[in-house]
């Protein structure tokens, strides 16, 4: 009689659950959270796809970049963006230094010429007009420098 009992309450459950709507709300709650679930999932997997798009693109950068630049400054092959950057500026400060010596150089081997024929000039014209090298040093300490 029990099972009796047992069945005609579990059918008055269910119809009572059916007329009120909850189980639609139950299904719905349902769905949403597995909605909400694959929607993670979904997005949890293009994230990593994303970066792994994003580390393909920066190793064929650095394999680009670092047949470009290895090379010149005799480096081991960079292997991310970071030392890529690093290379460059390093192969950077190298030509900065090279262009400023070479200007020094230049510099020096364009005015030591110009300079020696003033001197000799100088020395040429102390000579005619008959001073000593004493006289001609004194005379040329008066004498100011354009510009100043």
């Known amino acids: 009689m029990s099972d009796k009992y047992v069945e005609q309450l579990a059918d008055k459950v269910v119809s009572a659950v059916k ?34 798009a994003i580390n393909e693109r920066d190793r064929e950068w650095v394999r680009q970049l670092a047949g470009e630049w290895a090379p010149r400054s005799g480096l081991r092959t960079a292997t991310n963006p970071a ?7 390093a192969w950077h400060a190298a ?31 102390a000579c005619e007009a008959g001073k000593s090298l004493e006289e001609a040093l004194a005379a040329a300490g008066k004498i100011k420098p354009a510009g100043r």
């Open 19 to 52: 007329k009120a709507g909850i189980r639609e709300d139950i299904i719905d709650v349902l769905q949403q959270a597995l909605e909400n679930q694959v929607r993670d999932a979904a997005t949890q997997q293009l994230l990593v796809c994303v970066g792994l």
């Open 95 to 125: 030509r900065v230094s090279e262009v400023r010596v070479g200007a020094y150089e230049a510099g020096y081997s364009d005015s030591f010429p110009v300079a020696l024929q003033q001197g000799i000039k100088l020395g040429w014209g």
């Open 83 to 89: 030392e890529v950057e690093a290379e460059i500026k």
